[in-house]
């Protein structure tokens, strides 16, 4: 949700599409699906993207969450602090300002 600050930004859809595409699959090809699944899950090379977000009051000093990865191995982390109203939607606010915010450590 904006802020009141906020209320001159407008969004105007001018044009929107739907694409639908009807398809006959080939017997022996639904077969051959079912046959595969039977034997083991479907297996799609997607991966996986997780955003979590934390509200750090503030003051603190310390912030502690356990179990944030439940044993996964990390290709890439990002780790990222913004003001609550900036989180919010405060529209005229910098969102990509990098800030220290104070910090004097980081441990993940």
């Known amino acids: 949700m904006a802020s009141k600050d906020d209320a001159d930004y407008r969004m105007k859809l001018t044009d929107a599409n739907l694409k639908i595409r009807k398809v006959k699959v080939n017997p022996s090809i639904s077969v051959g699906h079912e046959i ?24 603190n000093f310390s ?12 290709k890439t982390f990002v780790f990222r602090m913004v003001e609550s109203d900036v989180f919010n939607g405060a529209l005229k606010k910098r969102v990509l300002h990098w800030n220290n915010r104070q910090r004097r450590r980081n441990a993940i």
């Open 36 to 59: 595969a699944l039977k034997k083991g899950p479907a297996i799609y090379h997607v991966r996986c993207v997780e955003c979590k977000s934390f509200i750090v009051p503030a003051g």
């Open 63 to 74: 912030l502690r969450k356990d179990s944030l990865f439940n044993g996964l191995v990390l």
